[in-house]
T-cell receptor, first 111, second 112 residues
Framework: DAGITQSPRYKITETGRQVTLMCHQT?????MFWYRQDLGHGLRLIYY???????DKGEVPDGYVVSRSKTENFPLTLESATRSQTSVYFC??????????FGQGTRLTVV | SQQGEEDPQALSIQEGENATMNCSYK?????LQWYRQNSGRGLVHLIL?????REKHSGRLRVTLDTSKKSSSLLITASRAADTASYFC????????????FGKGITLSVRP
């Protein structure tokens, strides 16, 4: 199926654990993004990637790691989860200065 | 820091009325986009307006852009209960390497 998919949709993890959120897109878009959405803050950019093997920090990168070995995948890793990372995470992709396509989101709870 | 700031934060109207939402931003842009988010879902693109455009229409949506005031407005005409959602403006700033920066969003409630 064409589109952008995130997995898992829901995740509960314990403080200090490493957790990876997956994002896969089928369009071969150059740009991919990770946002977190929290009440009162809207969407804040965590990391983005302009192409395979090219990544850069966004507004709130601390505590997160990304990689992009293949154009279609852009996993986000929380190296040691903290309660402040409880959030809804959205992955998006776009080609140049066009519209962005979003995944369904991953609701992460850190206990 | 967030580039776009939407106004109002929340809007409640009756079905059939028009809904106007505003967005202000800080830096020069390539384009400005509006997105919609239904509860618990991902964002869906509604409309994109480029920096050299002043107005754009798509169905019941009308977007205006005033680059001198660094502001945009989204008008939804003849609103329906199904328009109930959160609406976000996103700016594509010049020199930002295609990063989209979002505002905090506007919650629109359309009463049947």
């Amino acid at each position: 199926d064409a589109g952008i998919t995130q997995s898992p949709r829901y995740k509960i993890t314990e403080t200090g654990r490493q957790v990876t959120l997956m994002c896969h897109q089928t369009w071969s878009h150059s740009y991919m993004f990770w946002y977190r959405q929290d009440l009162g803050h809207g969407l804040r950019l965590i990391y983005y990637s302009a192409a395979a093997d090219i990544t850069d920090k966004g507004e709130v990168p601390d505590g997160y790691v990304v990689s992009r070995s293949k154009t279609e995948n852009f996993p986000l890793t929380l190296e040691s989860a903290t309660r402040s990372q409880t959030s809804v995470y959205f992955c998006a992709s776009r080609e140049g200065n066009t519209e962005a396509f979003f995944g369904q989101g991953t609701r992460l709870t850190v206990v | 820091s967030q580039q776009g700031e939407e106004d109002p934060q929340a809007l409640s109207i009756q079905e059939g009325e028009n809904a106007t939402m505003n967005c202000s931003y800080k830096t020069s842009i390539n384009n400005l986009q509006w997105y919609r988010q239904n509860s618990g879902r991902g964002l869906v693109h509604l409309i994109l307006i480029r920096s050299n455009e002043r107005e754009k229409h798509s169905g019941r949506l009308r977007v205006t852009l005033d680059t001198s005031k660094k502001s945009s407005s989204l008008l939804i005409t003849a609103s329906r209960a199904a328009d109930t959602a959160s609406y976000f403006c996103a700016t594509d700033a010049i020199g930002a390497n295609s990063k989209l920066t979002f505002g905090k969003g506007i919650t629109l409630s359309v009463r049947p």
